[in-house]
T-cell receptor
Framework: GAGVSQSPSNKVTEKGKDVELRCDPI?????LYWYRQSLGQGLEFLIY????????KSGLPSDRFSAERTGGSVSTLTIQRTQQEDSAVYLC??????????????FGPGTRLTVL | QKEVEQNSGPLSVPEGAIASLNCTYS??????FFWYRQYSGKSPELIMS????GDKEDGRFTAQLNKASQYVSLLIRDSQPSDSATYLC????????????FGKGTRLHILP
């Protein structure tokens, strides 16, 4: 079956513009995660969804970042008034069940965001 | 205190030797432990998960868990150049809705 997909694969934007990143999880997966990874760095957790609700938003770097998930499926991560430090690869992952403690996360290919 | 710690490396290992990757974690209540591999420019992919103390073997990979010492390791036998990648340790955090916390990863370089 299809894996996690993300779009766009690459996004170049100007400082101050808003961007929207999309994640399509594996069908039936209830948990969805957003991470950010700067060049040569580890995974930085942003937000976690269980169904449509977000039990943990603690990783969002500022109020310019927001995310939503509708219908327990597609999620969008929105960054308003982008800054150069927002440049990174944004990774989405999904996992099958409600037991985050034991579920494998399946990662999408990522969106590479470049803010000029 | 960092929640999941790994040596950033690079760890250089000759081809055919055993590569040993280590990870320590701070949450004593953690129950689930994962090793992911990430090739440069690619997304992480799961190699192994382990939930009980002791060893778990899968092909050339062995995960070792010691909950008393809060330590999990990954051994790669007969290392191949294709094993060169960054290896991420991940642990569930009982204090944060069981969220999975990733370490920053260890870069492994297998020398041909």
């Amino acid at each position: 079956g299809a894996g996690v997909s993300q779009s766009p694969s690459n996004k170049v934007t100007e400082k101050g513009k808003d961007v929207e990143l999309r994640c399509d999880p594996i069908s039936g997966h209830t948990a969805l995660y957003w991470y950010r990874q700067s060049l040569g760095q580890g995974l930085e957790f942003l937000i976690y969804f269980q169904g449509n609700s977000a039990p943990d938003k603690s990783g969002l770097p500022s109020d310019r970042f927001s995310a939503e998930r509708t219908g327990g499926s597609v999620s969008t991560l929105t960054i308003q008034r982008t800054q150069q430090e927002d440049s990174a690869v944004y990774l989405c992952a999904s996992s099958p069940g409600s037991l985050a403690a034991t579920d494998t996360q399946y990662f999408g290919p990522g969106t590479r965001l470049t803010v000029l | 205190q960092k929640e999941v710690e790994q040596n950033s490396g690079p760890l250089s290992v000759p081809e055919g030797a055993i590569a040993s990757l280590n990870c320590t974690y701070s949450d004593r209540g953690s129950q689930s432990f994962f090793w992911y591999r990430q090739y440069s420019g690619k997304s992480p992919e799961l190699i192994m998960s382990i939930y009980s103390n002791g060893d778990k073997e899968d092909g050339r990979f062995t995960a070792q868990l010691n909950k008393a010492s809060q330590y999990v390791s990954l051994l790669i036998r007969d290392s191949q150049p294709s094993d060169s990648a960054t290896y991420l340790c991940a642990v569930n955090d009982m204090n944060r809705d069981d969220k999975i916390i990733f370490g920053k990863g260890t870069r492994l370089h297998i020398l041909p």
